[in-house]
């Protein structure tokens, strides 16, 4: 038995945030806690939503404070100005974080409590308020999502939640958004959804519905994001890689990841480094970890994504390329950067590991690695 | 601006409709009014239904005569059951006519009126009460859609409806309950998501996702329908039919179809045909018609369905190709019947291409026929 859960209303295109407006007068919304950065605030985009709403006659406050990697206090503080508002519906707004910020700032605001209450699978007893995330990046599918993450900053951790609650009503995905985009932030997400998709279609909870739509993604990601980075304001290349991300969110997001995802939370979290350069940076190594078990679905994809490359090859030389390719992708638009790089200290990866055993999402990988296994990836890595 | 509408919770698997009570009781609701047809009910399959709600505590009453192409005296009477019963929400159980029978009685419970009120986009102003739809054919793809068709049988004319009030809140596709359908209506079922995601594929709604989706689709059903025909039995193959149909719907359900659905409602409507079979009966037909202006997009699809065959051939002789190949399946499945071995009336296809003129899906083909086309296209399928 499987469940494919998915928010109800997805919205696309330039200018679809303008929708925000009419869902809450649909609703008889009042009063909306918008949850985004600082950033988001200072580039005059939390400004746009609020100007929609205000030129709707709805009302709204702001909590433009969430840290990426979203931390505990985010949710708390975000939550406090819920109930001082008196608002009535949490549009999220950014990437991952905020929009996990606003699926924790919902759940609580519904159900009381405390975060550690709700760590886990469907928790809450209450559906969160009508909840509309908009997404900011090609990437982490966050909005689509009825999991969310918040790091505690003081046991360097990250708690998990996954929760029919937490589902947002409905999502907007305006590529005029991303425009201004810097490249850096567009490759890490993009290679984000591509390891989501690749994750998703080799993992232990894939099926065939989750792996057309992972195969879908990776293929408009090889299609797209070099061309994106080269043509930022191109809103066509932006539009693609927002289906890109939306069609591995719908497979992992009911399918699983794995190993990637169960080690790059751990380098979020200790090093509050950002989510999708730590899944492009480690996808490579994992790969060749993962293929002794996923030669078959590796080879796939590739006759499917490189036909030419792959004519009169073996399934083994086919399941090389496709690391290769990915390899070659994340050297091109500037992720495959070493783990060293990015200040990762080879003393800890003893912890890291052990806590990359101890994620949630272990258990979706194709293969169960020891704690050695993990060491040597992140080695590989540095 | 394009939105992506899908129920929130759609359940695949054997046995997956043991679902229904936990979902019910998560609900806090008492009393289901059951709405399918005579067959399913002798054949015992509402009775399963039935049985489960009955051991998880809940109540039920059940309407079971629903036609194929669901007439205004069906829902007029499942309605008049419902309030009866106090019921509090409603499980259609079938293939398309049941759960379209489902959604109209959901909006006259919640909205009161006549259903010539909400014939178009959006007419309702509340939400039905929770439906829950369960899928008993892998074709029309009814249960994830919010648009249904109820046949007036005085007028002989389909009342089409478009509904985000209408969309059911999950959706349950048990390939159990398909094990012991007749190859006829697994052909005609499976040849109409064959005709979803082909319509959807090319027409002017069609945008990236939905082509992913629709191609998806389309490898699926020519993966597995004959070979479904072939082991009736075999679950895996029951399953990735639902798979095929899924996505098909979840293409067509945002992009909208075209020619061979605004042809083939008429035949339901005047003649009381199987949908399924009037799509699969025209779709080689229309396709040949709109080949003039989806040269690229058939050719496309056959050189991912049949790379093999296509090489060294001209986009030209692919499209053709896809076209022979749909014409091949359609013979092989056996719904490559004739119109007039289907009692047709040659005196009526004047009127049956005037009242396919003034059908709402036409204006999504991606080239608008004249009254003679369409007459010409009848003529061809005779």
Redesign the interface.
């Known amino acids: 038995?499987?469940?494919?859960?998915?928010?109800?209303?997805?919205?696309?295109?330039?200018?679809?945030i303008?929708?925000i407006a009419s869902i809450a007068l649909e609703h008889h919304l009042k009063k909306a806690l918008i949850i985004t950065d600082r950033n988001l605030q200072e580039i005059g985009v939390s400004g746009k939503i609020e100007q929609i709403l205000y030129d709707a006659g709805l009302q709204f406050a702001t909590y433009a404070s969430v840290r990426p990697n979203p931390t505990k206090s985010n949710v708390y503080e975000a939550l406090a100005l819920y109930k001082k508002e008196h608002s009535d519906f949490i549009i999220g707004l950014g990437g991952g974080s905020a929009n996990d910020c606003a699926k924790a700032v919902g759940i609580l605001a519904a159900n009381g409590g405390q975060l550690e209450d709700y760590v886990g699978l469907n928790k809450s007893r209450k559906v969160a308020p009508l909840m509309m995330l908009v997404n900011t990046t090609a990437g982490t599918a966050s909005e689509i999502s009825r999991a969310y993450l918040i790091s505690d900053e003081v046991k360097q951790e990250k708690l998990i939640f996954k929760d029919?609650h937490a589902?947002p009503y409905c999502t907007f995905n305006d590529p005029e958004l991303m425009i201004g985009l810097p490249a850096k932030i567009t490759a890490a997400t993009g290679m984000d959804a591509l390891t989501h998709a690749l994750e998703s279609y080799v993992c232990t909870g894939k099926?065939?519905?989750t792996q057309?739509?992972a195969?879908?993604a990776i293929?408009?990601v090889f299609d797209n994001l070099r061309d994106v980075i080269a043509h930022p304001s191109d809103l066509k290349l932006r539009?693609?890689m927002i289906?890109a991300q939306?069609?591995a969110g719908m497979a992992f997001c009911n399918s699983g990841v794995g190993l990637v995802h169960a080690m790059a939370h751990q380098l979020g979290a200790v090093y509050n480094l950002p989510h999708g350069l730590c899944n492009a940076v480690l996808l490579p190594y994992v790969m060749r970890y993962n293929r002794q078990v996923c030669e078959v679905e590796y080879a796939q994809l590739a006759r499917r994504l490189f036909?030419e490359k792959c004519k009169d090859k073996s399934t083994s030389e086919c399941a090389d390329l496709m690391i290769q390719e990915v390899t070659r992708l994340s050297n091109d638009v500037g992720t495959a950067v070493r783990l060293g790089d990015l200040g990762i200290k080879e003393s800890d990866y003893q912890l890291l590991a052990e806590k990359s055993l101890a994620d949630g999402n272990i258990h979706k990988n194709p293969i169960m690695p020891s704690l050695d296994d993990v060491i040597a990836i992140f080695k590989s890595a540095y």
Chains 1, 2 share one sequence.
């Open positions: 038995m499987r469940e494919f859960v998915i928010p109800h209303r997805n919205n696309f295109g330039a200018n679809c303008a929708g029919l589902l099926y065939a519905l057309k739509l195969m879908a293929e408009l539009e693609n289906y939306s069609l036909a």
